[in-house]
């Protein structure tokens, strides 16, 4: 019984050696503004990286006023003062995805500006869709803590708290604010966030293409209990291909993805 329990112990202990310091002592941050990744702690070291704004990255360890971080595979040091803790950034992680919705609300100095990586995407996406006789425009990207904070007051004042709550996000609880969401349109300016783009030929085919560049219908038809908006055939959250991909074939929300339950006010 002692050999048996011993067999089943040690392999544990050894495992559990193995991970554990990393997974303890790791924290996620996202650099203030771009950020130099050295290969030592000093401003004197070379730059092996920059890291941009928007991206979780693994803090390690510190060493004064440095710190060891973690990004993508590389490994090196950062100047600590740049970095933003998940206090000061709000929201919401899962992984390395940020959810903002009307439970889950940013800071209001969280200014990431536009998203690089998700830029990059809708570049290339748009590229592609050109092939197709497509004409994509992203008409509204990143917006601060402070313009959302007036544009809500706007719509609230044409059409009631009750009413803007359905279709607007107060300050905070915007997803343009991580410079993620990307409002995106067609040749016909006219439609740009009105509900008659669904029916374009522009807003087909991001539903059946936008996925594979890593950009998810946000706020889609029928699905207003779980996001809490009215559908949007315009609004597109960049999420990575993965996620992208898995919730279009499951045809889920980010809600049910990671089963937060919504306040709907
Ligand atoms: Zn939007």
């Given at each position: 019984m002692k050999q048996l329990r011993l067999r089943y112990i040690l392999p544990a202990i050894l495992l559990s050696t193995a991970i554990a310091p990393t997974a303890e002592a790791a924290e996620y941050r996202q650099a203030k503004t771009p950020l130099h990744l050295r290969?030592?702690?000093?401003?004197k070291a070379t730059s092996v990286n920059v890291i941009p704004t928007g991206v979780y990255i693994k803090e390690l360890g510190r060493l004064g006023d440095w710190s060891k971080v973690r990004y993508g595979a590389k490994t090196g040091y950062a100047s600590s003062k740049y970095l933003l803790t998940e206090a000061q950034i709000g929201g919401k992680r899962f992984g390395s995805v940020l959810l903002v919705n009307k439970q889950y609300a940013l800071k209001s100095t969280y200014a990431p500006g536009e998203n690089v990586v998700a830029r990059g995407e809708f570049e290339r996406m748009k590229a592609d869709a050109k092939k197709d006789g497509i004409h994509l425009v992203a008409f509204s990207t990143y917006r601060s803590y402070a313009y959302q904070k007036n544009l809500f007051a706007k719509y609230v004042e044409q059409d009631g708290i009750v009413k803007a709550s359905t279709y607007s996000a107060r300050a905070g609880r915007s997803e343009h604010q991580t410079g993620l969401a990307f409002d995106l349109g067609g040749?016909?300016?006219?439609?740009?966030?009105?509900?008659?783009?669904?029916?374009?030929k522009e807003s087909k085919w991001l539903e059946q293409h936008a996925h594979a560049y890593g950009?998810?219908?946000?706020y889609p038809k029928g699905k207003e209990a779980e996001?809490?908006?009215?559908?949007?055939?315009?609004h597109y959250r960049y999420v990575g291909k993965a996620i992208a991909s898995h919730l279009k074939l499951r045809d889920m929300t980010m809600e049910e993805y990671y089963k937060v339950v919504p306040t709907l006010h």
């Amino acid at each position: 019984m002692k050999q048996l329990r011993l067999r089943y112990i040690l392999p544990a202990i050894l495992l559990s050696t193995a991970i554990a310091p990393t997974a303890e002592a790791a924290e996620y941050r996202q650099a203030k503004t771009p950020l130099h990744l050295r290969t030592a702690p000093t401003a004197k070291a070379t730059s092996v990286n920059v890291i941009p704004t928007g991206v979780y990255i693994k803090e390690l360890g510190r060493l004064g006023d440095w710190s060891k971080v973690r990004y993508g595979a590389k490994t090196g040091y950062a100047s600590s003062k740049y970095l933003l803790t998940e206090a000061q950034i709000g929201g919401k992680r899962f992984g390395s995805v940020l959810l903002v919705n009307k439970q889950y609300a940013l800071k209001s100095t969280y200014a990431p500006g536009e998203n690089v990586v998700a830029r990059g995407e809708f570049e290339r996406m748009k590229a592609d869709a050109k092939k197709d006789g497509i004409h994509l425009v992203a008409f509204s990207t990143y917006r601060s803590y402070a313009y959302q904070k007036n544009l809500f007051a706007k719509y609230v004042e044409q059409d009631g708290i009750v009413k803007a709550s359905t279709y607007s996000a107060r300050a905070g609880r915007s997803e343009h604010q991580t410079g993620l969401a990307f409002d995106l349109g067609g040749k016909d300016s006219t439609l740009f966030a009105k509900a008659a783009f669904a029916k374009t030929k522009e807003s087909k085919w991001l539903e059946q293409h936008a996925h594979a560049y890593g950009f998810h219908l946000r706020y889609p038809k029928g699905k207003e209990a779980e996001t809490g908006y009215t559908y949007e055939s315009w609004h597109y959250r960049y999420v990575g291909k993965a996620i992208a991909s898995h919730l279009k074939l499951r045809d889920m929300t980010m809600e049910e993805y990671y089963k937060v339950v919504p306040t709907l006010h």
